[in-house]
Nanobody
Framework: QVQLVEAGGGLVQSGDSLTLSCTAS?????MAWFRRAPGKEREFVAS?????????YGSDSMKGRFAISRDNAENTASLQMNSLKPEDTAVYYC?????????????WGQGTQVTVSS
């Protein structure tokens, strides 16, 4: 079982930046961030392959404001979020796909709250 530890959530103002990090307890193939806003379904934010460095984003808006990166030595993925908007307010969850099933988000973090005030 891989454990994921998230860090970096908090309360910021509209237009501010925030960086989330997620560290896995073992080597994994991919890491991603999802979010769930109050009253809404879970939404894909971004992912990165720790093997190929390929990235993916959930929307053009996210791609233009967010950047996901990796540190293989630390089994860590970070999500740099810029120009934050109130609609980015959500609980952000880290997910990881194991090496044997690189397209399956099998492991999940506990979530970290991001609140953007207007």
């Amino acid at each position: 079982q891989v454990q994921l530890v998230e860090a970096g959530g908090g309360l910021v103002q509209s237009g501010d930046s925030l960086t989330l990090s997620c560290t896995a307890s073992a080597s994994i193939a991919q890491m991603a961030w999802f979010r769930r806003a109050p009253g809404k379904e879970r939404e894909f934010v971004a992912s990165i392959s720790l093997i190929t460095d390929t990235t993916s984003y959930g929307s053009d808006s996210m791609k233009g404001r967010f950047a996901i990166s990796r540190d293989n030595a630390e089994n860590t993925a970070s999500l740099q979020m810029n120009s934050l908007k109130p609609e980015d307010t959500a609980v952000y969850y880290c997910a990881a796909a194991p090496l044997r099933a690189p397209t399956t988000w099998r492991f999940w973090g506990q979530g970290t709250q991001v609140t953007v005030s207007s």
